[in-house]
Nanobody
């Protein structure tokens, strides 16, 4: 399974960005997908996950602002990020796991930088 992210960039606080993750390879082996992020000097954290094409979960700090979705026909997963805050600044990674959680991903993308200015 290969994951390729895009859509990061520089945005002002309050703005929006949409991240995309194109999935290729043995996608039928994957049951969980989502997004992690890692800010400078901090541990990587799970931001949003989609399990078995139905259940979604978000870290508390992004609830109500971020939405994870997928387009099956395009083999693409999205992270719509609204009302961005400077503390959302991080490298965002697309991740996938064969199991039914995203705690220990089997596959990672290369990451895309998001910078939110105040």
């Amino acid at each position: 399974v290969q994951l390729v992210e895009s859509g990061g960039g520089l945005v002002q606080a309050g703005g929006s960005l949409r991240l995309s993750c194109v999935v290729s390879g043995s996608i039928f082996s994957v049951n969980a997908m989502g997004w992690y992020r890692q800010a400078p000097g901090k541990q990587r954290e799970l931001v949003a996950a989609r399990i078995s094409s139905s259940s979604t979960t978000y870290v508390d700090s992004v609830k109500g602002r971020f939405t994870i979705s997928r387009d099956v026909a395009k083999n693409t997963m999205y992270l719509q990020m609204n009302s961005l805050k400077p503390e959302d600044t991080a490298v965002y990674y697309c991740a996938a796991q064969r199991g039914f959680s995203l705690r220990v991903p089997d596959f990672w993308g290369q990451g895309t930088q998001v910078f939110v200015s105040s």
